[in-house]
C-alpha cells in the first residue's frame, strides 16, 4: 500500500524583538503536545504560499502581507511522507493568537529548543537558533 504523502506549509512568524511565535499541538493529533510553526496542508490546486496565508488566517488570525520560502524538508514516518515548507513570516496584519483554543507562545529565536518541536522540524529549529541574531 502507498503512503500517504501530506504536503504542509509552516509559517514562521517572527516579530521585531527576535521573537518567534509558536503554537502546541492538541494532545489527541499526530505528535501531541509538541509545540510547532503554525500552518497546515496544502489543498487541491493551492501553492505552498497560498495554503499558508490561508492556514495562518484560519489558525492564527493574521493577514501574512510578506513572507518567504527559507526550507523544503521531505520527513518520512513509517505511516506517512510529510513535505514540510518552512516561511519566514515577517509582515502581517493583526496580532497572533490561538484562535482554535490551542496555547500559543512567543520566544526569542536564540531560545528556540529543537527537542519541544515534532523531529521533522528540528533540523529548522537548529537553523533557527543558530542563524538568530545575538
Known sequence: MEKKHLRIA???????????????????????????????????GETPEQALIRELKEEVGITVTHCELVDTITHEFPDRNITLYFFLADEWENEPFGKEGQPFRWVLQSELIADEFPPANRSIVAFLTKNGSH
Open 10 to 44: 509552516a509559517g514562521i512568524i517572527k516579530n521585531s524583538n527576535d521573537q518567534i511565535f509558536i503554537t502546541q499541538r492538541s494532545a489527541d493529533s499526530h505528535m501531541g503536545g509538541f509545540w510547532e510553526f503554525p500552518g497546515g496542508k496544502l489543498e487541491q
